[in-house]
Nanobody, 121 residues
Framework: QVQLVESGGGLVQPGGSLRLSCVVS????????MGWYRQAPGKERELVAS???????NYADSVKGRFTISRDNIKNTVALQMNSLKPEDTAVYYC???????????????WGKGTLVTVSS
């Protein structure tokens, strides 16, 4: 059993910053890619940023230069530093991880339950 638990969401004014964190726990041999997705009301879930086990990163165009994803392979955590937040960044943010139980079986995708980020004055 694998669990992902996000934290750090909340209400922030435009131009402000928030840091989201996600802890992965359970039966883990290794973690491949990790990422953050978001879903705004009435919209589909979209990729915000992802990071490989080797720390290569990928960002949505809408957040490049404002958001930074990072991970700790020892603590099995992934974080998203969000700066210069805009009202259009308002969404539920979900943590995602590709987790391997054993060396010989491909990883499975797991999701957290999400944390709400509201950007408003």
């Amino acid at each position: 059993q694998v669990q992902l638990v996000e934290s750090g969401g909340g209400l922030v004014q435009p131009g402000g910053s928030l840091r989201l964190s996600c802890v992965v726990s359970g039966s883990i041999f290794s973690i491949n890619d990790m990422g953050w997705y978001r879903q705004a009301p009435g919209k589909e879930r979209e990729l915000v940023a992802s990071i490989t086990s080797g720390h290569s990163t990928n960002y949505a165009d809408s957040v490049k230069g404002r958001f930074t994803i990072s991970r700790d392979n020892i603590k099995n955590t992934v974080a998203l530093q969000m700066n210069s937040l805009k009202p259009e960044d308002t969404a539920v943010y979900y943590c995602n991880a590709n987790v391997k139980y054993t060396r010989w079986i491909p990883g499975s995708i797991f999701w957290g339950k999400g944390t709400l980020v509201t950007v408003s004055s």
